[in-house]
């Protein structure tokens, strides 16, 4: 095998253990404490392999701050750097405990960015302006009662309490690393815990100027999601919108995946329910 078949580097993705210890939700197809076994499994696969790093895109636990006490631990198995980025269920605890959550999961901040071998990742934090990250009294948590307000008014399909927005700080910081990788000769893949594309019931709702804003540059390869647990994909201009499946989703059948990153392409490797893909750049 030649170098030029071997991928520059590879990645592992999880998505939505939403991990809770209580009964599941059957109607729903909800099986909360069964994430536990199956983020594990996961982990022996990620630890068979030459991994960059592994990350989980958001709903690492359903509810309570407790339940991090749970599956920490299972990812501390894990041989590989551990990278974190927060869902809307990660939020569904007591008041209280709402600031301690980013250091909680060890993440560097609530939204970030790292390099790898010519690649920028940019972390964000889809859940900043909501009705839920905040506490009642935060500007954040007043701003996103009025644009919620606003795209119930308007009818919009993605208008709902679990769905939450960019701050204007955050999109201008998103811009200004997308312009920086740019500017020193680096691809970038997106990562964020809801996704914007195709539109769906579960995006951000400041979906379009995300969009808009990563189809425009070229060097925009990827972005990469999870909160819709059925899956998903799309393309526009040169970025392909991948959502990863659930975890939380089925009795024991598994979901995850390992990306190997190439010069011209990505190859999703899937386990469990998740899709193989191919996404050229």
């Not at 068979?48 to 749970?70: K, P, Q």
Request: aromatic share 12%; hydrophobic share 40%; charged share 25%.
């Amino acid at each position: 095998m030649s170098s030029a078949d071997l991928p520059l580097f590879r990645f592992g993705i999880i998505a939505d253990p939403q991990y809770a210890a209580i009964e599941p939700q059957v109607e729903m197809g909800r099986y909360y404490a069964n994430s536990l076994a199956k983020v594990a499994a996961a982990i022996e696969t990620f630890n068979s392999e030459d991994l960059s790093f592994v990350i989980t895109l958001g709903d690492i636990i359903d509810r309570d701050f407790r339940s991090f006490d749970d599956i920490l631990p299972v990812y501390e198995k894990l041989r590989h750097e551990t990278l974190f980025l927060l869902g809307n269920h990660d939020f569904g605890v007591a008041p209280e405990y709402l600031e301690q959550i980013v250091e909680r999961v060890g993440m560097p901040a609530p939204y970030y960015s790292f390099q790898r071998h010519g690649f920028r990742f940019i972390v964000l934090n889809g859940n900043e302006v909501s009705t839920f990250a905040t506490p009642e009294g935060h500007p954040f948590h007043a701003l996103g009662r009025e644009r919620l307000a606003a795209l119930l008014a308007a009818g919009a399909e993605n208008a709902h309490d679990w769905n939450a927005s960019l701050s204007d700080e955050q999109f201008a910081w998103l811009a200004g690393e997308i312009d920086a990788a740019k500017a020193v000769g680096e691809k970038v893949i997106v990562m964020n815990h809801f996704p914007v594309y195709p539109p769906c019931e579960h995006d951000m709702w400041d979906r379009e100027r995300i969009v808009e804003l990563l189809s425009s540059r070229e060097h925009v390869v990827a972005y990469l999601n999870g909160h819709n647990h059925v899956g998903n994909y799309g393309k526009v201009a040169g970025c392909h919108f991948v959502n990863f499946k659930g975890v939380v989703d089925t009795e024991s059948e598994n979901t995850f995946a390992i990306v190997d990153v190439y010069g011209d392409r990505m190859e999703i490797r899937s386990f469990g329910r998740e899709d193989t893909r191919t996404l050229a750049y």
